[in-house]
């Protein structure tokens, strides 16, 4: 029998991998380059945001922590109204307006000289970014099918690991020097990445499939519920996942801030452990978040995937907390297989998140109901902080045994309101059917 040749072999096991990160030409390849840039801005102003406030604008830690919250709260309102406009008058040029408004209020965040300068651009400027993720997404789904939209997620969460990696290592160079002008450059580096971000937006123009035509609701009364009404702020089932999804997303906490926290000073592992844990996180999100969206590509499948990325990350919790008791090899061991169980939990959820809020988002009004689904997310990066350092960090070994009582609960609350959304759905259509027989009857 011929052998295989070695190279050929290797070249195909190099163009799988390739594959994993760089999609096919086209639009999932523009999208992916303006995810790229737009990670490495972000990865620049995220790794220095802090220290620019309290060294260069002279705030203190107290002032900056008020001024986030803040700015949370008013993105998670501003991030539903966007949803509104994107519904009204497109995704992408909502995107492209975004951007636009990103440069401007970026740059002048870069020369905030006081406080309540530093409160209106925060604010201003999480606005902006709350809602940038749900239209993004409903601009996927406006381009791609069904059978493409998981993928083309996948790959801008594989790439957008990547920049970010390249932003923090950059603004380590400049936080290196520590002078005021590096720390403003930071900032300007990230307003001037929203620039080439605008123009890979309107250049999908092209690929854009027609926007869905308006349903028209039955006008007898009966027909309250029914989802042509597009109500998702009352739409009870679907808040409810919406709150199940943002408790499942507290594996961004604790990888980011719980974790390095407790590497060091509250096991025995060494400190460069912290920096492997990262590695290893954005090395298998990189190369296997594509990977994953082949084990949720139907609705049935995203909902089991739910509970399975559940008992993934409640196990991660487990072996996080267990590592207090070992030594330095036990203890080290214990963080990799924990972080592996913990990035394979992470990249799961995301693929059924993402197949789970589209399907439940009614075409004429998804982006609405993508910005309230990603409320769950967005209170987590105000509340998650202080739940994971409370129970991860404070609270010792048994703290972490609540986190994946969190994660379970999470998990099996979003399985349940999956099936009750589905529920009040068919009841709705049954309604609405029902309405219009009689009307036409009539």
Same mark, same amino acid.
């Given at each position: 029998?011929?052998?295989?040749?070695?190279?050929?072999?290797?070249?195909?096991?190099?163009?799988?991998?390739?594959?994993?990160?760089?999609?096919?030409?086209?639009?999932?390849?523009?999208?992916?380059?303006?995810?790229? *840039?737009?990670?490495? +801005?972000? !990865? =620049?102003? %995220?790794? $220095? &945001? /802090?220290?620019?406030?309290?060294? @260069? #604008?002279?705030?203190? *830690?107290?002032?900056? +922590?008020? !001024? =986030?919250? %803040?700015? $949370? &709260? /008013?993105?998670?309102?501003?991030? @539903? #109204?966007?949803?509104?406009?994107?519904?009204?008058?497109?995704?992408?040029?909502?995107?492209?307006?975004?951007?636009?408004?990103?440069? @401007?209020?970026?740059?002048?965040?870069?020369?905030?000289?006081?406080?309540?300068?530093?409160?209106?651009?925060?604010?201003?400027?999480?606005?902006?970014?709350?809602?940038?993720?749900?239209?993004?997404?409903?601009?996927?789904?406006?381009?791609?099918?069904?059978?493409?939209?998981?993928?083309?997620?996948?790959?801008?969460?594989?790439?957008?690991?990547?920049?970010?990696?390249?932003?923090?290592?950059?603004?380590?160079?400049?936080?290196?020097?520590?002078?005021?002008?590096?720390?403003?450059?930071?900032?300007?580096?990230?307003?001037?990445?929203?620039?080439?971000?605008?123009?890979?937006?309107?250049?999908?123009?092209?690929?854009?499939?027609?926007?869905?035509?308006?349903?028209?609701?039955?006008?007898?009364?009966?027909?309250?519920?029914?989802?042509?009404?597009?109500?998702?702020?009352?739409?009870?089932?679907?808040?409810?996942?919406?709150?199940?999804?943002?408790?499942?997303?507290?594996?961004?906490?604790?990888?980011?801030?719980?974790?390095?926290?407790?590497?060091?000073?509250?096991?025995?592992?060494?400190?460069?452990?912290?920096?492997?844990?990262?590695?290893?996180?954005?090395?298998?999100?990189?190369?296997?978040?594509?990977?994953?969206?082949?084990?949720?590509?139907?609705?049935?499948?995203?909902?089991?995937?739910?509970?399975?990325?559940?008992?993934?990350?409640?196990?991660?919790?487990?072996?996080?907390?267990?590592?207090?008791?070992?030594?330095?090899?036990?203890?080290?061991?214990?963080?990799?297989?924990?972080?592996?169980?913990?990035?394979?939990?992470?990249?799961?959820?995301?693929?059924?998140?993402?197949?789970?809020?589209?399907?439940?988002?009614?075409?004429?009004?998804?982006?609405?109901?993508?910005?309230?689904?990603?409320?769950?997310?967005?209170?987590?990066?105000?509340?998650?902080?202080?739940?994971?350092?409370?129970?991860?960090?404070?609270?010792?070994?048994?703290?972490?045994?609540?986190?994946?009582?969190?994660?379970?609960?999470?998990?099996?609350?979003?399985?349940?309101?999956?099936?009750?959304?589905?529920?009040?759905?068919?009841?709705?259509?049954?309604?609405?059917?029902?309405?219009?027989?009689?009307?036409?009857?009539?």
């Amino acid at each position: 029998m011929t052998q295989p040749d070695k190279s050929t072999t290797t070249g195909a096991a190099t163009r799988r991998s390739w594959s994993a990160i760089v999609p096919p030409p086209g639009a999932a390849r523009v999208l992916t380059a303006n995810a790229f *840039v737009g990670s490495i +801005g972000t !990865g =620049l102003f %995220l790794t $220095g &945001a /802090v220290l620019y406030y309290t060294r @260069v #604008v002279h705030l203190s *830690v107290t002032q900056v +922590g008020i !001024g =986030l919250s %803040l700015a $949370g &709260a /008013v993105g998670m309102i501003a991030s @539903v #109204v966007t949803g509104a406009l994107s519904d009204r008058f497109g995704p992408r040029p909502t995107m492209v307006s975004l951007h636009g408004f990103r440069v @401007v209020a970026y740059a002048a965040m870069a020369f905030v000289q006081n406080y309540w300068q530093f409160l209106l651009m925060i604010v201003l400027v999480t606005a902006a970014d709350r809602a940038g993720p749900p239209t993004n997404q409903a601009l996927v789904g406006r381009i791609f099918t069904k059978a493409e939209r998981l993928h083309t997620m996948a790959y801008l969460r594989a790439v957008r690991n990547i920049g970010l990696g390249a932003g923090a290592l950059l603004a380590g160079l400049a936080i290196e020097t520590g002078s005021p002008t590096a720390y403003r450059l930071l900032v300007l580096g990230n307003a001037v990445s929203f620039l080439p971000m605008a123009f890979f937006i309107a250049s999908l123009r092209r690929y854009e499939r027609p926007a869905p035509a308006p349903a028209v609701a039955p006008a007898d009364a009966a027909s309250a519920s029914a989802p042509t009404n597009y109500r998702p702020l009352r739409d009870l089932p679907f808040l409810g996942l919406s709150l199940a999804n943002g408790l499942m997303v507290l594996h961004d906490s604790v990888l980011f801030i719980a974790l390095p926290l407790w590497i060091v000073g509250y096991t025995k592992a060494p400190p460069f452990m912290v920096a492997t844990v990262l590695v290893i996180n954005t090395v298998l999100t990189a190369i296997g978040q594509v990977w994953w969206t082949k084990l949720t590509e139907t609705m049935a499948a995203a909902s089991r995937a739910m509970s399975i990325c559940g008992a993934l990350l409640a196990s991660a919790a487990l072996c996080f907390g267990a590592a207090h008791f070992g030594n330095a090899v036990t203890a080290s061991v214990l963080v990799v297989v924990g972080t592996v169980l913990l990035t394979a939990g992470e990249n799961l959820h995301s693929a059924a998140s993402w197949e789970v809020s589209y399907d439940l988002s009614p075409v004429q009004a998804q982006a609405r109901y993508l910005a309230v689904f990603n409320l769950g997310t967005n209170g987590q990066d105000m509340v998650g902080p202080l739940v994971v350092t409370a129970l991860g960090v404070s609270a010792g070994p048994v703290g972490w045994v609540g986190l994946a009582a969190i994660f379970l609960a999470g998990s099996g609350t979003a399985r349940l309101c999956i099936g009750w959304t589905q529920r009040a759905r068919a009841r709705a259509a049954a309604a609405t059917s029902a309405c219009l027989a009689q009307e036409a009857a009539i």
